[in-house]
């Protein structure tokens, strides 16, 4: 298995602008997350999907960022307007089951606004 | 209050020096998990181990080890003889059930740099 597939690997950007970041899960998990991480704040959970549908998004600072997944195997975090705050890795992770098994990260995707 | 604390922000050691990295939780939980990840410098967060609360056997892997203790409700990981391979950031993390879904909360981490 090629593992979670996270594009693009690295985004910049300027303040204001549209930011799409995408990931495949590894097939047949059913569980999806979607991490920042900063200096500041280190790693962050921002929302989970079970099944494709969002079980918990307390973690999404706020109305700027959304996330989708359409099916099992894709799913977006979208920002709109990015700010220079948002600038981090983005982590996307996926699992099979439940909350006792371990998560397979994808490689990141670096963001920086400008 | 942490959910996960780890209380060491970076550490530093020789090349052969034992390590311990503290891990303490905080959950209410009966039945929950606690895992070990490890982030080298490339960027990628690896899966190191998964323990659920009902086993508290500690847990050896070749010159990784942990020590599950409910009492004190830590999970500590040990790593013997380092290596300078061994120099990442390593997280502790729980899941647990709240509110009728699952809740998963990762720590600070903990910055090992193992020297020569």
């Known amino acids: 298995d090629a593992g979670v597939i996270q594009s693009p690997r690295h985004e910049v950007t300027e303040m204001g602008q549209e930011v799409t970041l995408r990931c495949k899960p590894i097939s047949g998990h059913d569980y999806l997350f979607w991490y920042r991480q900063t200096m500041m704040r280190g790693l962050e959970l921002l929302i989970y999907f079970n099944n494709n549908v969002p079980i918990d998004d307390s973690g999404m600072p706020e109305d700027r960022f959304s996330a989708k997944m359409p099916n099992a195997s894709f799913s977006t975090l979208k920002i709109q307007p990015s700010e220079p705050r948002d600038s981090a890795v983005y982590f996307c992770?996926?699992?099979?089951?439940?909350?006792?098994?371990?998560?397979?990260f994808g490689p990141g995707t670096r963001l920086t606004v400008l | 209050a942490q959910k996960v604390t780890q209380a060491q922000t970076e550490i530093s050691v020789v090349e052969k020096e034992d390590v311990t990295l503290d891990c303490v939780y905080e959950?209410?939980?009966?039945?929950?998990?606690l895992f070990w990840y490890k982030q080298p410098p490339s960027g990628e967060l690896v899966f190191l181990i998964r323990r659920n609360s009902f086993d508290e056997q500690n847990e050896i892997s070749g010159r990784y080890s942990w020590n599950f203790q409910k009492s004190t409700s830590s999970f500590n990981f040990t790593i013997t003889a380092s290596q300078v391979v061994d120099s990442a950031v390593y997280f502790c993390?729980?899941?647990?059930?709240?509110?009728?879904?699952?809740?998963?909360?990762f720590g600070s981490g903990t910055k090992l740099n193992v020297k020569p």
């Open positions: 992770a996926s699992s099979s089951g439940s909350r006792e098994n371990e998560q397979f």
């Open positions: 959950t209410r939980d009966t039945t929950y998990y």
């Open positions: 993390a729980l899941s647990e059930r709240r509110d009728n879904f699952n809740k998963f909360y």
